[in-house]
């Protein structure tokens, strides 16, 4: 067959971004992000524009000049790169292009919990949990960074310390109770 007719993407491959390491925004809903977290993405956008893109083109571009290129395997690593770094790019620019930066220090001094907080709760079993509600591209779970849109974060909007929320699991209902909520400080 022809190299004509040959694909050069692989069926894993999809330029949606849904097979990136951040999740798919929930339907409907804005991409609401910290300052912090949009100016990393913004950081990763810059750092693929203007380092590595370049640095991979270059380098296709030289494996292209010797000649036969399909056994030469820096060209078509290089192609391939050239097709992730492309379609982390388009992905990124659809995320900050949507993004709605939250200030969490605005809320400083609140004992609600709104995006951006910081929760300590305690469960039933006397157990203490202290996590921070940030966007879906800030997630870092051994950290103890949840999703806004995560089961635990909509229990917890809206309640006060000292309030009782219900949170719905596979294993039935659990209680969190709010002991403490604080904010980044302005600034």
């Known amino acids: 067959m022809s190299k004509a007719f040959v694909s050069e993407r692989d069926d894993a491959d999809d ?16 991409n ?22 370049p640095q991979v083109v270059e380098t296709v571009a030289w494996a292209a000049s010797n000649g036969d290129r399909s056994e030469n395997g820096d060209y078509l ?26 200030d969490p220090s605005l809320q400083h001094g609140n004992d609600r919990v709104y995006f951006g907080a910081t929760v300590r709760y305690a469960q039933a079993d006397g157990s203490e949990t202290e996590v921070t509600i ?18 635990v974060a909509r229990a917890l909007l809206k309640s ?28």
Not at 15 to 30: I, M, T, V
């Open 15 to 30: 330029d949606d971004g849904e097979g990136q390491a951040l999740p798919p925004l929930p339907a409907g809903s804005r």
């Open 32 to 53: 609401y992000i910290t300052p912090a977290g949009y100016a990393r993405l913004r950081h990763e956008l810059r750092q693929l524009l203007d380092v590595e893109r």
């Open 77 to 102: 690593y290089g192609k391939k790169r050239l097709r992730e770094i492309d379609r982390r790019i388009r992905f990124l620019g659809k995320r900050l292009d949507c993004a709605q930066v939250v």
């Open 134 to 151: 940030v966007g879906i591209d800030e997630v870092d779970s051994a950290g103890g960074r949840i999703s806004w849109v995560s089961p």
């Open 160 to 187: 006060a310390v000292g309030d009782v929320v219900n949170l719905a699991t596979p294993g039935g209902p659990r209680s969190l109770e709010v002991l403490r909520v604080s904010y980044p400080p302005p600034g």
